[in-house]
T-cell receptor, first 113, second 111 residues
Framework: QQQVKQSPQSLIVQKGGISIINCAYE??????FPWYQQFPGKGPALLIA?????SEKKEGRFTISFNKSAKQFSLHIMDSQPGDSATYFC????????????FGEGTQLTVNP | GAVVSQHPSWVICKSGTSVKIECRSL??????MFWYRQFPKQSLMLMAT?????????EQGVEKDKFLINHASLTLSTLTVTSAHPEDSSFYIC???????FGPGTRLTVT
């Protein structure tokens, strides 16, 4: 199976709060898990990515938590800002396949001022 | 950082005509490029993998005779939507390199 399931579909957070988006995958061979941020009318931009040999990766306000045994990974946005309002996609790929990405369904994040 | 451009950014065409979309890697060479389509409020769907100097690999259900892909150089891949119909209206996005740098997308509207 190549599916990646993402939740929630939409999320509303107050400014300064923590935004949490979850993803689950089925293919245990996946070895690269990126998160993308997409603003309306724009292409996705790589936000942060993790490989399965680590359980957590932090870059600024963005953290990926990875649970290999549960086949789940999540994105945490600390101190969420109105400018973070966008659609977020998780993805997974198998490097041997030439980085062919399988995307989650997306999460529409709204951060209220 | 790496930059991927697309041209045009938006295009409106009449039903039955063909439209060509260009994807360029501006500051690196890309032996592999990917083409996606995205409907409003939906995820990205991989259409095909474009390999420089060889035939593209299409995903299941994607008509290769309708969506012609040419990757003639290490910095340019093109997607031609042939005999476009209104149901082909979508946001087309390319990406390049193993890090999957994405282009800004092309909005196609077929009237």
């Amino acid at each position: 199976q190549q599916q990646v399931k993402q939740s929630p579909q939409s999320l509303i957070v107050q400014k300064g709060g923590i935004s949490i988006i979850n993803c689950a995958y089925e293919n245990t061979a996946f070895d690269y898990f990126p998160w993308y941020q997409q603003f309306p009318g724009k292409g996705p931009a790589l936000l942060i990515a993790i490989r399965p040999d680590v359980s957590e990766k932090k870059e600024g306000r963005f953290t990926i938590s990875f649970n290999k045994s549960a086949k789940q990974f999540s994105l945490h946005i600390m101190d969420s800002q109105p400018g973070d309002s966008a659609t977020y996609f998780c993805a997974a790929s198998l490097e041997a396949s030439g980085s062919r990405l399988t995307f989650g369904e997306g999460t529409q994040l709204t951060v209220n001022p | 950082g790496a930059v991927v451009s697309q041209h045009p950014s938006w295009v409106i065409c009449k039903s039955g005509t063909s439209v060509k979309i260009e994807c360029r890697s501006l500051d690196f060479q890309a032996t592999t490029m990917f083409w996606y389509r995205q409907f409003p409020k939906q995820s990205l769907m991989l259409m095909a993998t474009s390999n420089e100097g060889s035939k593209a690999t299409y995903e299941q259900g994607v008509e290769k005779d309708k969506f012609l892909i040419n990757h003639a150089s290490l910095t340019l891949s093109t997607l031609t939507v042939t005999s476009a119909h209104p149901e082909d209206s979508s946001f087309y996005i390319c990406s390049a390199s193993r890090r999957q740098y994405f282009g800004p997308g092309t909005r196609l509207t077929v009237t």
